[in-house]
């Protein structure tokens, strides 16, 4: 029911900033719950914000006053700010509509001086 695109990953070095985006093939105000998730090479997968379509927004410890999510008519953003070289993984987008579950394809973060 809905395609997940993710883009902006890319190589910064320590203290920089990126902004991710998520566009989807639908509003995402029809969407239950997105998120971002990210996964560093040989560790497991894990949350980093989420975003319902109320608008109430959560975010990990590690990336609170740091990361900002927030969402458009089709698309979710992640604003990356103070970035450090542990913040280094794919970040993947993740959608749920009701029961079922989406998730985008992964774009490439490198924190590195």
């Known amino acids: 029911q809905v395609q997940l695109v993710e883009s902006g990953g890319g190589l910064v070095q320590p203290g920089g900033s990126l902004r991710l985006s998520c566009a989807a093939s639908?509003?995402?105000?029809?969407?239950?719950?997105m998120a971002w998730y990210r996964q560093a090479p040989g560790q497991q997968r894990e949350l980093v914000a989420g975003?319902?379509?109320?608008?109430n927004t959560n975010y990990v410890d590690f990336v609170k006053g740091r990361f900002t999510i927030s969402r458009d008519k089709n698309t979710v953003f992640l604003q990356m700010n103070s970035l450090r070289p542990e913040d280094t993984a794919i970040y993947y987008c993740?959608?749920?509509?009701?029961?079922?579950?989406?998730w985008g394809q992964g774009t490439q973060v490198t924190v590195s001086s």
């Open positions: 975003i319902t379509s109320g608008g």
């Open positions: 639908r509003s995402i105000f029809s969407i239950n719950y």
């Open positions: 993740y959608a749920r509509i009701f029961t079922t579950q989406y």
